[in-house]
C-alpha cells in the first residue's frame, strides 16, 4: 500500500528534477576539475620551494584540494550524479599551463598569484554563490569548502604585500602579465557564449543557460569573482585605478 | 598606504550611460562592454581610485588627489538600497583613508554619510570629510545671479521655488535667498521639515509659502532651483511659467539632453570651473567630467580641491541644515583665490545665456 504521505511527482516535476540533476552534474564537473587543477598545482609548487616548511605546506594544501574532490564528488553520488572531470579540459588546461609556466621558470610567487589570488578568487567567491541556492548536503559541502579555500588566500596575501614593498613596480608588471593570461582564459570561460567552443566538461550542451534552473546566475558568479579579486589585489596593496583598468579590459 | 594624497573625491556613476563611458574608456580598443554584461558589473565593483587628479591654484599652488567612484548603481540610489549603498560609500571612505588623503569629499549620495550617519564613518586622525555641499550652495546662488543678470531681472522682485527645500543644500540655498527675494517658495516631501524651515526663515521677514505638490508650487514662480534629483523630472518642464529661469542641481540631473521647457531656460546649477585648470590620471577629463567648457566639476568636488588648496583640511561641511550665509561667503572666497569659480551657464544641450537673455523679451512677445 502507498504511503499516505508520499507525494508521487507529477511528470513536471520529474523532468524538472532530472534538468536540474544534470546541471548540478556539470556545475560539479566544473568544481571537481578545478580541485584537481589545484591539487595538481599544489604538487608541483611542492617541486620548487626550497624551505622545507614551505614544501610541506604546498603538499598539505595538495592533500586539501584532492579532499575537497573526494567532496564533492561524493555529494554528487548522493543526488545520483557521476561527476566527471578532465584537467585537460579547454580552459582549465589553458589556467594549469600559465601555471607550470611559473613552476617551470621556478617562480614561486608567480605560483602564489595565479593559483592563490586569481584561481582560488574564482573557487571562493563561485562557491560562496552556488552554496545559497544548491540544495541540502550540495550547498553545505559548497560553503565549507570556500571557507577552507578563503584561508589559503589569506596565508597568500601577507606573503605577497611583503614581496610588493620590495619591488612594486616589478610585482604590478608580473601580477598584470599573469593576469592578462589567467583572467583572460577565466573571463571566457564565465561569458555569456562559449566563443572558443565546448568547454569539455559539460555532459551535453552548454550548462551555462540552464544555470537559471537552479537559482543560478552566471553573471553573479563572474561579478562575485572579479569581486573578491579586486578586493585581493587591493589587500596585497596595487593601486585601485591599475586593477579597475585590467578588469575593464576581460573579454565579455 | 598607497601613496599620499591631498584631497580624495567619492562619487558615483550618475547614469549607466555614464558608467559604460568610464569602462568604455578603460578598455581602450576593445568593443564596449554590452549593456547587459555592463548592469551584471558594476554592482560588484568595490569602491576604488578611478583616476588621480591634479588641481592648480591660480596663486600657484598644487594639490594631488585621488576620485574614487563607490559605483553605486545608477538605478540603485532609491531609499530600499539604503543598506547596501551605505556599506559601499563607507568602503569608499575606508578607501580614501587608505589612500592617504587629508581631505575627503562625500560626493553626490555619498554626503549622507555625513548627514546624518556619523556612526558609520570611518575615523582616522589624519583624515577630514566633507560633504561639500557649501561651495555647491556658493555656486548655484552665483548661477542664479548671473542668470537674473543676464535676463536682466532682479532678484529681489523675484518668486523664487526651491525643489528640494529640506535637504542640506536646499536649505542652505533657502537660507541664503530668503532675504533676497520678495517671495520664497519651498517644496519638499518632509511637510514637518518643511514647516520647521519655513518657522525659521519667517524671522526674515520674506514672504514664505510652502508645500509638497512642486506643479502647483512651479506655476508660481519665476526662478527655480532643482536642488533634489526628481522621480518624475517631467514636472519641471510642463509645469512651469513662461520665462522662467531653472537651475537644475540635482545629482543625478534632472533634465537631459532635448529635454528644455518650451517658454523657459534651464541651466546645471552647482558647477565650478577651475581657472588654473585640472589634470586627470588616467586621463577622464570629459567622460568624468562632459561638459561644454573645459575643467569643470561638481562643486562638492571643488570644495574638497578648494580646502586642499588653502591647507584647510577640516570637516567644512558637515550636518544638515547648517549652511549659513557667511559659510558659503566664507568657502566660496577660498575658490576664487584659488581660481575656482563660476563658468559659463550651459545645460546639457549646451551654453544656454544667450538663451536666458532672450527670456524677457519673449515673454513680452
Redesign the interface.
Known sequence: MEDANFKKPSATEASANEHAAQVWRDVLAQAVTGELVAALNYEALAGICTEPDEKAEALEHAESEKGHAARFTAAGRDLGITVAADVYALYWKRMRSAFMSRVRAADFIGCLLVQEVMLESFAVAGYQQIAEVAPGKLGKTFAVIAIEEAEHIDHAVGMLREERARNSEAFDEKVHRLHEEVMTTFAEMVA?EDRGGHCGLCYGNCVKPSLPAVGLSL??I???S??HY??IL?AI?L???S???W???LP? | M?SSADFALIGHPESWSAAAAV?SA???R?PA??AQ?LR??I????P?????VRVRSSCGREARG?Y?DSFIPPDRLEARFLRENLVRVRGAAE?AIREGAKIVTLGGFSSILLEGKLDLLPQHPGTSFTTGNTLTVALILRGMERAVDIAGRSLRTASLLIIGASGDVGSGCACCLAPRVKRLLLCARNPDRLQKLRAELMRLGTEIEVGTDVRQLAAKADLIVCAASLTAPAILLDGVAAATIICDAGYPRNLQPGSVPVHGAVFFGGLGQAAAGFRLD?DLEGILNPHPFPNVAHGCLLEGMALALEGRFEPFSRGRGLITASRVDEIWEIAVKHGLTLPPLFNADGPVERRISNLSAEARA
Do not use: F, M, S
Request: aromatic share 4%; with cysteine; glycine share 14%.
Open positions: 555569456r553573471g553573479n563572474r561579478g562575485a572579479l569581486h579586486l578586493k587591493d596593496g593601486p585601485g585605478e586593477t579597475l583598468g578588469v575593464a579590459q565579455v | 598607497l569602462l578603460l578598455r581602450g576593445q562592454i554590452p554584461d551584471e558589473i554592482p560588484w565593483i568595490p576604488r581610485t578611478v583616476c588621480r585621488v574614487i578607501y588616467p
